[in-house]
């Protein structure tokens, strides 16, 4: 079965370097790096991210089918979806300008549509992607693809619900996005490895696992 857009990252050739994609203010605002983040603020441990708890944030967690490793992080927050996984990363250069032509590419060879659009992150992706049930489009749904480029690491977040087509929605979504601490640790990853993610010891509301 091929990949979802959304699942589209690793084992790709590894591209020429790019400059890194992040807003200006990255380091102060977020995502942050775990030695950026306050270390007395309280987080949820998922290993490779870590997250604030809020008030009906709801956390799941998506787990690979045979493996059973976990692949991503879904945040169910104000009426918006959150995908999240964190990726290992060159120091010195990005990932995102590559990796936005390989999701429109593959969006667009499933019969959707991908549009290049600059948003508080940097440039994003706002796609229409075919809902597809017995053989036939049943559907589209929108999403927002979004990327930042950290100090050895890449997050990569999938907006869907009322933060995909609403600008206010949109604006909590991302403050959500913005608290996200990438732990990428010291052990030598290749990049685009995904940085490995586990289950909490607790939780903000109800936690599960999807394959």
Known sequence: MNDTPEQALEHEDLPVEH???????????????ADEANAVRPYVDLGGVKIVPRPELQLRLEVEEGTKRVVAVGLDYAGS????????????????HEIRAQIADQIAKQGGK?????????????????????????????????????????????????????????????????????????????????????????TPGAVGETE
Do not use: C, Y
């Open 19 to 33: 400059a890194k994609s992040a807003p200006e203010d990255r380091s102060v605002a977020g995502p942050l790096d």
């Open 81 to 96: 979806t959150l995908q999240v996984q964190p990726f290992a990363a060159p120091r010195s250069s990005g990932l995102w």
């Open 114 to 202: 991908a549009t290049e659009r600059e948003g508080t992150f940097g440039p994003e992706l706002l796609a229409e992607i075919p809902i597809v049930a017995g053989g036939s489009e049943t559907g589209r749904r929108i999403a927002r693809f979004i990327g930042v480029d950290g100090p050895r690491w890449f997050l990569r977040g999938v907006i869907a619900g009322e933060g995909a087509v609403d600008e206010q929605a949109a604006e909590k979504i991302e403050d959500l996005f913005r608290s996200i601490v990438v732990v990428r640790g010291n052990s030598p990853m290749p990049p685009r490895d995904l940085i490995p993610l586990h289950m909490p010891a607790t």
